[in-house]
């Protein structure tokens, strides 16, 4: 169990060689046969506090087609524009929640996921070094709220859950946090940072 976390062990976790995740990890055979994966960069942005270090998620808003309502990491499709994934990761952040890219130090990268819905995550882990004013996209985004790193570096917050979806059983990590029910990928991506850091 992680007791204290700073910038320095972060960093140096990410340092460490990891293996990408998958939605399928828990349910191999609902794998499609062959598909094209299209990149995605998504921010896990770590901002500090007087209380601790806090990790900020948002919440989909419910009238987006893909995931509406369920917690995720500020981020998005690689454009043509984006000359990377990172650079699609923070100018995500910005357009999703108002962070400014000059805001964000970039301290390294978690393994790549692949998504059911076709996308290969790539996570980016960001260190916020100035306070910025929220400004929410409201077709993506109906909140934005942060929750202790600790509570989601601790390998024993996480649970593995199910439910049917397309008349299958379908298991999915999950790491709740007050009222917010954080599973599916972004619990997947955030148990793969928990991981690391306890190595």
Do not use: C
């Amino acid at each position: 169990m992680v007791t204290r976390i700073d910038r320095l062990k972060i960093e140096r976790a990410l340092s460490l060689d990891g293996r990408p995740s998958s939605d399928f990890d828990l349910n191999p055979k609902a794998r499609p046969k062959a598909v094209v994966l299209k990149p995605a960069g998504v921010l896990l942005p770590i901002v500090e506090r007087d209380y601790g270090l806090q990790l900020i998620l948002t919440k989909r808003s419910s009238t987006i087609k893909h995931h509406p309502g369920q917690i995720a990491f500020p981020g998005g499709r690689v454009d043509p524009t984006d000359a990377t994934h990172i650079a699609a990761a923070l100018r995500e952040a910005d357009e999703e929640i108002g962070l400014p890219p000059e805001n964000v130090d970039v301290l390294g990268e978690l393994p790549s996921h692949e998504t059911i819905s076709n996308y290969t995550m790539h996570p980016v882990v960001g260190w916020v070094t100035q306070n910025f004013t929220p400004r929410l996209e409201a077709a993506e985004v109906s909140e934005m709220f942060e929750v202790p790193l600790l509570h989601v570096l601790d390998i024993s917050n996480y649970t593995i859950q199910s439910r049917i979806w397309r008349r299958q059983v379908r298991k999915f990590y999950t790491v709740p946090y007050g009222p917010y029910y954080i599973w599916g990928a972004t619990a997947r991506v955030l148990r793969s940072f928990a991981q690391k850091v306890s190595l």
